[in-house]
């Protein structure tokens, strides 16, 4: 069974308890207190004459004149229309009206209340003929309305997703070139002085590239297995630096299953490597992760070497692109701040999981 079938056969399913609710609720306030005996036989045919013209009015609002006017903003042209479609539905519900059976006159009040039934008010009469008809009208425009308004936001709400998985997939594919793009910097500057490292370099590359290329197509991935990918990348890294650099992280052995977006934290050691490293003064960089309970914490520090606007060993789009993501992955559900202390640049991201 299709959505759309399933959909259709709740809404018919729906009316039809609807319905039947509102046929016993006629049955129970029907005039029958007027006699001692329950005329059955008046009362169902009183009340599914009424119910009849009830739905004649709701279902031509709800199937034709509120989707050809109301929605087309002819309001004037409506309301004129069910004017007359009430009057016309009082004056053939009074016409085929099943007589009241009148009260006994040895009743109290019972011969008053014939005497005064037989001196009515015109106006009253068409107005307390006609007064219930308008029920239909407005239910079947508050139910319209309804079903119109959770429609439009049903499929606002499928745009705003697409546009954002649309999004997170450009902002993905920004990440891989420009990880590509360091770690190429990194072998190319091996190749003259290191040939050897330059090889460890391609084939510790593959490996990360092979990551890239199986592992991170799904919107998330175990993160056990992006730590197992920060460490390569590390290592990846350590074969262009000199002794005057020192590395060390700290990265947790993951037992529970969790998960997170593939190469959220590649950003923050790209930018640990390009900002923390010089080729001339001690320098040093630092990564730290911890999870308690549903919070990951990560942290870096690095010394302070900014670059200069002639410098081209990035893209420059790293932290950049992380705050976008993680604005779209996380809303008020993340921390992420940066600032230098004694000339050491901090980090500090903190991501709530399930």
């Known amino acids: 069974m299709t959505a759309i079938i399933k959909s259709r056969f709740l809404e018919i399913t729906t009316h039809v308890l609807m319905w039947g609710v509102f046929f016993v609720f006629l049955i129970f306030f029907s005039p029958s207190p007027f006699r001692e005996t329950v005329d059955w036989d008046f009362i169902l045919k009183s009340s599914g004459q009424f119910l009849f013209f009830f739905l004649l009015i709701f279902y031509i ?31 053939l519900n009074n016409l ?83 990880f590509f793009f360091n770690s190429l910097n990194t072998i190319y500057s091996l190749i003259e002085n290191s040939p050897e490292k330059a090889q460890e370099g391609v084939h510790s590359l593959s490996k990360l590239m092979r990551y890239l290329l199986y592992e991170t197509g799904n919107s998330t991935v175990e993160l056990s297995q992006e730590i197992s990918f920060l460490v390569k990348y590390i290592e990846l890294m350590q074969l262009r630096l000199t002794d005057k650099t020192s590395v060390t992280y700290d990265f947790p052995k993951v037992q529970i299953t969790r998960s997170v ?94």
């Open 261 to 354: 977006p593939p190469l959220l934290f590649v950003p923050l050691l790209e930018n640990a490597y390009k900002h923390g490293i010089s080729a001339t003064q001690q320098s040093f960089i630092f990564f730290e992760m911890k999870i308690l309970d549903n919070k990951i914490y990560f942290l870096t520090e690095n010394s302070n070497f900014p670059k200069t606007d002639l410098d081209k060993s990035g893209s420059g789009i790293g932290l950049d692109n992380l705050k976008k993501r993680l604005n779209l992955l996380y809303k008020d559900h993340y921390t992420f701040t940066t600032e230098v202390i004694n000339d050491v640049f901090l980090t500090r991201l903190v991501i709530e999981i399930d």
């Open 96 to 178: 085929f009206r099943v007589d009241m059976p009148w009260p006994r006159h040895d009743l109290p009040f019972g011969h008053f209340m014939k005497e005064e039934m037989a001196r009515p008010n015109r106006l009253m009469i068409v107005i307390k003929m006609s007064s219930p008809f308008v029920l239909p009208v407005v239910m079947s425009v508050a139910i319209k309305i309804t079903q119109h308004w959770f429609k439009t936001e049903t499929a606002k709400k499928e745009a705003e997703n697409k546009n954002l998985e649309s999004e997170l997939l450009h902002l993905r594919y920004q990440v891989q070139p420009h």
């Open 61 to 91: 609002n709800y199937f034709i004149l509120i989707e050809r006017l109301i929605f087309q903003k002819k309001v004037l042209i409506f309301v004129l229309i069910n004017l007359v479609l009430i009057a016309l539905c009082s004056f």
